[in-house]
């Protein structure tokens, strides 16, 4: 079985400094992985995902997570946070099909503050 | 393309009365996802269609909640009688691909049974 784990609930940390939200998995199989975010009343939204390939995937607004297999992890980053990026943070894992259920954290909550 | 698109964005009804939620997929998207996150814990699948039919039901909680996809197009989820532990937010998801690149989640639907 596959199962996430987001050590922390909640960070806050002001505008312009770094952040690092943990994500670490449990999979007997090779996986696919994901960070969602949730904006104030909005849905969920695909941030970035990694499938294979280079272990560093990016997103279009800065973030950065890398895929480490050896420690079973898959940390979000990004170098200088704005007030916009207040938002919920999912780390999510899936088998390599659609028939794969699509297992998600219990979520980061990223304030930012000015 | 049109999103995921759910309705209604909230809903608030009583303990014991019936309500049904519908998302629509874009369109083309064999695969339907209907997940919830109940307040303040982890978003939990519920279940997977392929076309019309239930690929996966394993998260459904039990047979007060009923999902059906008409004609492999939208889909239904209907809470009857609904408890208050039924309170929470209904996320609809679809993907068209076998291989799992990540899902196109709808807004939501927030209900809350008092």
Redesign the interface.
């Known amino acids: 079985a596959q199962s996430v784990t987001q050590l922390d609930s909640q960070v806050p940390v002001f505008e312009e400094a770094p952040v690092e939200l943990r994500c670490n998995y449990s999979s007997s199989v090779s996986v696919y992985l994901f960070w969602y975010v949730q904006y104030p009343n909005q849905g969920l939204q695909l941030l970035l995902k990694y499938l294979s390939g280079s272990t560093l995937v990016k997103s279009i607004n800065g973030f950065e997570a890398e895929f480490n297999k050896s420690q079973t992890s898959f940390h979000l980053r990004k170098p200088s946070v704005h007030i916009s990026d207040t938002a919920e943070y999912f780390c999510a894992v899936s088998g390599g099909t659609s028939y794969d259920k699509v297992i998600f954290g219990p979520g980061t909550s990223l304030s930012v503050i000015p | 393309e049109a999103g995921?698109t759910?309705f209604p964005s909230h809903s608030v009804i009583e303990k014991g009365q019936t309500v049904t939620l519908r998302c629509d997929p874009i369109s083309g998207h064999d695969?339907l996802?209907w997940?919830r996150r109940v307040m303040g814990?982890?978003?939990?699948?519920l279940l997977?269609f392929?076309k019309e039919s239930k690929?996966?039901e394993s998260?459904m909680p039990n047979n007060r909640f009923l999902a059906e996809r008409t004609g492999g197009t939208y889909s239904t989820l209907k809470v009857q009688p609904a408890e208050l532990e039924d309170s929470g937010v209904y996320?609809c998801?679809s993907?068209q691909?076998?291989?799992?690149?990540?899902?196109?989640?709808?807004?939501?639907t927030r209900l809350t049974v008092v």
């Open positions: 995921v759910q695969n996802y997940y814990k982890e978003i939990k699948f997977h392929v690929q996966d998260g996320f998801a993907s691909d076998r291989r799992n690149y990540g899902y196109t989640f709808g807004s939501g």
